[in-house]
C-alpha cells in the first residue's frame, strides 16, 4: 500500500476512534480523549477539528459531543465506504495483467 494511502487510512481510523469515544462518554476534552484513546494530545485536538468541520462532533464548554444527527451521518458515510469498496473490487476484477516474460 502507498505510503500516503496509509497515512490517511490510519487518520481516518484514528478519526473514528475519537468519535467512537465521544459517542460513548461525552462530553469529552482533549486531555481525557488521549487518555482514554492512547492518540497523543496533538493528534486528538486534529481530530476533533475534522470531525467539528464534517458535521459529527459539536464542541461544549465541558468538551465535544456528538452533533445530534450523527447517526444519520454515520449511516450515509457506511453507505459511501460500501459503495467505493464495490468499485474499487470492480477495478481490480477488471486490472489488466501484463505478461513481463
Known amino acids: 500500500m502507498d505510503e500516503r494511502l496509509r497515512n490517511q487510512v ?3 481510523r ?9 459517542i460513548a462518554d461525552g462530553p469529552l476534552g482533549i486531555v481525557k ?11 486528538v485536538r ?9 458535521g459529527f462532533v459539536e464542541p461544549t464548554p465541558e468538551g ?4 445530534d444527527d450523527v447517526t444519520e451521518r ?4 457506511n453507505e459511501g465506504i460500501e459503495e467505493l469498496t464495490a468499485r474499487l473490487e470492480r ?3 477488471d ?3 501484463v505478461d513481463e516474460s
Do not use: F, G
Request: charge should be negative; glycine fraction near 0%.
Open 64 to 67: 465535544a459531543v456528538p452533533a
Open 10 to 12: 490510519e487518520k481516518e
Open 33 to 43: 480523549l488521549s487518555d482514554r484513546t492512547d492518540v497523543p494530545e496533538h493528534k
Open 14 to 22: 484514528r478519526d473514528l476512534t475519537i468519535l467512537q469515544a465521544v
Open 95 to 97: 486490472e489488466v495483467v
Open 46 to 54: 486534529y481530530s476533533l477539528r475534522m470531525l467539528e468541520n464534517d
Open 74 to 77: 454515520l449511516e450515509r458515510v
Open 91 to 93: 477495478v481490480r476484477d
